[in-house]
């Protein structure tokens, strides 16, 4: 079985090297036998957007994934991103709350991650 190749896009600046390990350490670990991981780390760009830009040029993957290096994925995280993109939804569809409300954008009278106003 060929395991799907998952780039993964890590923008980070100077001070935030022990995150940057630990987001690494878990894309890592997570990979071993699930995917085939293309890390990507870029390095001291204006905003998260440059960076991923800059990496995005380089991804080799089937997959691409825009992470952060404060970013530390459970086990699991590819398997629902993968089955998005190989449904068509292109870009991934928006996580939403209860009540519809988008997840990736605060919004009034949105719920939080713990679902409270």
């Given amino acids: 079985m060929t395991l799907p190749v998952i780039s993964v896009i890590v923008p980070t600046v100077e001070g ?11 894309y890592t670990k997570l990979a071993d036998g ?8 870029e390095h001291d760009y204006p905003s998260c957007g440059a ?3 800059a ?9 691409i994934h825009l ?12 398997a629902p991103a ?19 409300y988008p997840q990736s954008r605060p919004q009034e009278g949105a719920f939080g991650k713990d679902w409270t106003p």
């Avoid at 935030?16 to 878990?26: I, S």
């Fill in 16 to 26: 935030r090297e022990e995150n940057l390990e630990m987001c690494v350490a878990a």
């Fill in 34 to 41: 699930a995917y085939a991981l293309d890390l990507i780390i």
């Fill in 51 to 53: 960076g991923w830009q």
């Fill in 55 to 63: 990496g995005l040029a380089r991804a080799k993957g089937e997959y």
């Fill in 67 to 78: 992470s952060d290096d404060d970013i530390v994925p459970q086990p699991g995280w590819h």
């Fill in 82 to 100: 993968i089955d998005a993109v190989d449904c068509g939804f292109l870009p991934a569809p928006q996580v939403t709350d209860p009540r519809g």
